[in-house]
């Protein structure tokens, strides 16, 4: 090898053995203060809102309009914070997603009206154990009217855990004491609301009948004994047990109705009756077309 080749050779291995040694040295070098702190690679998906689980959450578009709302009270359950919210804005994603399948493939003289979704959650009641969270959602894909639904959340604060409804009850219970309790209540609060008689029955064979309690979303109904639930608040949407004018209903069975039924672990949490009785229906105008 030529002589100067040789040293130009020498001169790149010292210059890249240099580089790389101030590499080295600026790496594990401490920054001045006050320097800030290196920012962590975060997926470009994740969002910092989602990140943080906030309250709200909300998306306008030219195909639907939606949006989320969450209580205060959550923040205090960061499991069930961030669970929630994930659950509930994935599902809106996937719902502003199917507007804009159905707008863009219709085919109609007349355009579409913008789809909308409104998920509100609520405390319902609490015990020294239990959060109970109220959820109501409307919802509008088209047609004379939009739909409401309902559904309920039961937090196991002890645990961290959220626990399935029919966890409350002793396991191979026969809950038909409930069940005829709901329907009882059912038919009271279908009187006072349309003035006439109700006898829907469980099981019924008419246009409408009664539902299981297990399969009706329920939450706690806070008691007259302070730290306790008085009974379950039982969550009914239209056309259930009656005509969509009708709208729907909530109703409360007290736990005196169904004492024996509960689960010891939760026996505990019952107490009392409780606060408001019966039909606690929030009565609103029904909707119509929009």
Known sequence: MKPVLIALTALTAVTLL???????????QTPPAGTPPAQPHTDPQVTAATQAAPLTYSRDTAYADVELSLPQAITAYPDLHAALYGEEVRSLREFLEG?????????GEEAMQPYSRE????VAGQTARLLSLRE??????????????FGAVLWDKTGDRRIQPASLFRSGADLSALD???????NSARAEATGEPSS???????????PRAIQT????APSTTEGRAGGLEFLIGPYLVGPYAE???QVVVSQGDFRSLIDPAFASDFAGQPRRSQDVTSRQPVTQAR
């Open 180 to 186: 005829q309790a709901l329907c009882s209540a059912i």
């Open 119 to 122: 998920v509100t959650y609520e």
């Open 18 to 28: 240099a580089a790389c040694q101030r590499n080295t040295d600026e790496a594990t």
């Open 247 to 249: 709208g729907s209903y």
């Open 200 to 210: 829907l029955t469980l099981g019924g064979s008419g246009a409408w009948s009664c």
């Open 136 to 149: 109501t959602n409307f919802e509008y894909t088209g047609g004379a009217h939009p739909n409401t639904g």
């Open 217 to 220: 979303p329920f939450v706690l």
């Open 99 to 107: 507007a804009q399948s159905d707008h863009t493939e219709f085919t």
